[in-house]
Nanobody, 117 residues
């Protein structure tokens, strides 16, 4: 069973930046679609950004032009670069392996991002 381990969360001031990382434990990573989701207190989990195995990306409208998803298949890691952060970005961010190619969905444990002055 593949495991996903997120890191990089923390407390940052409005306008700041963070980079989240999600490391996968299995070599099939390069065949997997990957995504970042977030869940703010009292809200449903939502898609933030996703990247296919071929590198095609898509973003939630609320983060376009501020966030960038990327992947390094050699390191079996997907990243989320987050710039111009604002308090509305405060949430637990989760990494997800998608079902492209028939793989089972897998979620990471989440990493907390707090935007506050």
């Amino acid at each position: 069973q593949v495991q996903l381990v997120e890191s990089g969360g923390g407390l940052v001031q409005p306008g700041g930046s963070l980079r989240l990382s999600c490391a996968a434990s299995r070599s099939a990573f390069r065949f997997n679609a990957m995504g970042w989701y977030r869940q703010a207190p009292g809200k449903e989990r939502e898609l933030v950004a996703a990247i296919t195995s071929g590198g095609t990306t898509n973003y939630a409208d609320s983060v376009k032009d501020r966030f960038t998803i990327s992947r390094d298949n050699a390191k079996k890691t997907v990243y989320l670069q987050m710039n111009s952060l604002n308090p509305e970005d405060t949430a637990v961010y989760y990494c997800r392996r998608g079902t492209e190619g028939g793989y089972l969905e897998v979620w990471g444990q989440g990493t907390l991002v707090t935007i506050s002055s």
